[in-house]
């Protein structure tokens, strides 16, 4: 009787520690699928929340190579500053504005740069 009621009580606790177990790898596996909703969503907010790209970011954006964004980016030419792509300008630093890059696409849509 005595070994009995030690079987079962073996069992019993057999059956707690894989219920625990299951318990425990579900949370997790909850818990890592919320975080990466949440990367998901602060990446989507942050490229929204920027509306001036530096020309690393401007090259990125437009999938071109650094010989492609020279032949558009802004450069002085007798003390004036020609450009083929809208800017600002602080300091020494050239900034792009995202709206009016997509409008210049839409605009230069066709074109071809020397």
Sequence with gaps: ???????????????CILAGAWMISNAIQTSDSQN??????VNMNSTEE????SS????DYLGIT????ESI????????VIS????????????FPVKAIDRWLEETEGK???
């Design 84 to 95: 083929e792509i809208p800017y600002i300008k602080m300091g020494y630093e050239y900034y």
């Design 50 to 53: 920027h509306q001036l790209m």
């Design 66 to 69: 650094d010989e492609q964004l």
């Design 1 to 15: 009787m005595k070994q009995l009621s030690t079987n079962i009580s073996l069992i019993i606790l057999a059956l």
């Design 73 to 80: 980016y802004p450069r002085k030419q007798d003390d004036v």
């Design 56 to 59: 690393t970011e401007l090259k």
């Design 36 to 41: 990466a909703d949440e990367q998901v969503t």
């Design 112 to 114: 071809s740069f020397q």
